[in-house]
């Protein structure tokens, strides 16, 4: 902040200049300054060299000091409001990410939820043995599936969702906070200008009126005449001392106003990088969830592949007969039983 | 086939015997045989050594030789029964599977289509730049994530349901074929079964005819008594002979009913083994793609991650100023314009 207010500094190259200095100066051929809504820049002719406040950055600070023309009307918005607007969008993209991931959030609960019904489902139950119980596991795993797929949806909406939803909650507020600030300032820098401008036109018809008393003296001489010119100059001064007063306001205002910019802009510059790693770090959580959960998916269906390495239908019949068998004694031939 | 058939062979150590020697025998102390629903089994008190027919083997061919009786009732099912109900359950176990499987594949698609949905959905669409990329590849990583479910549901489908539902498609009309095959022997068996003791008791009554003739003969001669023994002998002779014709008969029946027992039952045998191989072989196939499907997911995750690690807040302010930046010379103290 503080090379900031130093540039700032650098860049108000202007001294301050005495009126009668001013006054008295020979008409230059061109004027060193423009006003554009009551913003005052070097005019365009005789611009100064400007070394940019924060060079190679881009800046919020160094690239919004001149208004926009609104693309429909003939309103002008300030750069500022520009500035604004993105970081509204900003918290609004946030919004719908967070919603985004809501969406998915449900999906995953309806698909675990389903697999946890179909793991229920008594479809083949009575399989026996080996096989019985590798489909039994395979049953299990859809559980196992499911619980995972929950876990991911509950995680999502911790680390995710929620988040991204909540980051900033008073942003809007802040954003109109900082809105105020500056347009109030703006506000009265325009009405200090108005009163310059006001000043000026003041002090040239002093000094009109001076001329005209000046060129009355030298037709013919008079006390009145001598008293009126000297009473004229000392109005003229007089309004050359308002106007530089005024100026002397004009110039504060604009500081002011200047500064506030300066470090408004940069406190969205910084919100911005804030948010934009902040969606990052979460969109990376995201991903590092649906790695997780991919894996954890797999070691669901290990058990099931491990029993079904072990079924065996000369075991499962080995089973079944010791169950089920109903004699091992062959049929012999009927003999006469005498 | 050859070696079931000589073990069968072998196991029939009981060789034909003139009626004559088995009539004059003397009464044994024990009956050899003891017959059962019309099935003759070496009687208890005097089994012969019986090797199985394959032993360590659990073979259906060796442990179905006795009916059981019905738990309810007093009615029994014979062995055979108990093993085509197990085949018929395990047909049904098998067509059920395939309808798990079935369920499965309608909760992918589902899933597969709420994940499409949610991609095309423009929520976020506005962010802009390096976010803004990998936020677009986020959105789009879903519908490839769709995609990835929806192969899995297809392929779960051609590869797993389709072949669980169709093996065996004419399973039910095989096995009854092979019940009435062996029902029908069961049934010749029966009424030779009947056949033989209508034998044994004509037999018995001769015998007692020629023994009342012969007391009478001891008692009063006369040649009419001698002429009638004669008689009496012959005829006792005769059902000798028919008894032993309707044993021959009925041991024959028993024979073909035994082979083709054996025969059936090891068919029987091999169609559960293939039963459960192909189920083995087709849930394992389940389990693949499954992995697949986990790691196809996790790579959907992998373009996102990239363009993560490439967010950078300054690159995107550079962007937007770029674009938005509204003026970039600062405003200066006003001056008077003289």
């Known amino acids: 902040m503080a090379d900031i207010e130093s540039s700032f500094d650098d860049s108000s190259c202007f001294s301050p200049q005495s009126p009668g200095s001013l006054l008295t100066t020979k008409r230059r051929s061109k004027e060193t300054t423009i006003t554009i809504n009551c913003v005052t820049f070097p005019h365009p002719d005789t611009m100064p060299e400007q070394q940019l406040l924060k ?28 500035l604004l607007q993105k970081q509204l969008k900003g918290k609004q993209m946030q919004k719908e990410m967070a919603e985004f991931i809501h969406e998915r959030i449900k ?18 139950a009575q399989e026996e043995g080996t096989l ?38 008073n942003f ?14 703006r506000k009265q820098l325009a009405s200090r200008y108005a009163a310059v401008e006001k000043a000026r036109k ?33 109005k003229s001064t007089q309004a050359g001392d308002e106007l530089m007063r005024c100026m002397d306001l004009y110039n504060q205002a604009q500081s002011k106003w200047f500064e506030e910019m300066v470090t408004t802009t940069m406190e969205l510059e910084r919100l911005e990088v804030q948010r934009i790693e ?27 592949d491990q029993l079904l390495q072990k079924v065996d239908p000369a075991k499962d019949r080995e089973l079944w007969v010791k169950e089920h068998k109903t004699g091992d004694t062959r049929p012999v031939d009927i003999e006469i039983p005498v």
Chains 1, 2 share one sequence.
């Open 172 to 185: 809007k507020k802040d954003m109109k906070k900082f809105d105020h600030q500056i347009a109030d300032l």
């Open 55 to 82: 060079p190679n950055e881009w800046s919020y600070c160094d690239y919004f000091w001149a208004d926009k023309k609104d693309p429909q009307g003939n309103s002008s918005v300030s750069g500022f409001e520009d």
């Open 132 to 169: 019985g119980e590798a489909w039994a596991q395979l049953k299990k795993s859809l559980s196992d599936e499911a619980e995972v797929h929950l876990k991911f949806s509950s995680k999502l909406h911790i680390e995710v969702e929620k988040p991204l939803l909540n980051f900033r909650e």
């Open 202 to 234: 003041a002090l040239a018809e002093r000094q009109k009126d001076l001329d005209v008393k000046t060129q009355q003296l030298e037709i013919k001489l008079s006390n009145k005449t001598e008293e009126d010119i000297k009473k004229a100059r000392r």
């Open 107 to 124: 999906i995953e609960e309806e698909y675990a939820k389903n697999l946890a019904k179909l793991s229920q489902i008594s479809l083949a």
């Open 278 to 304: 902040m969606i990052r770090q979460h969109l990376c959580r995201y991903t590092q969830l649906r790695h997780e959960t991919d894996m954890f998916n797999q070691s669901t269906v290990e058990p099931v």
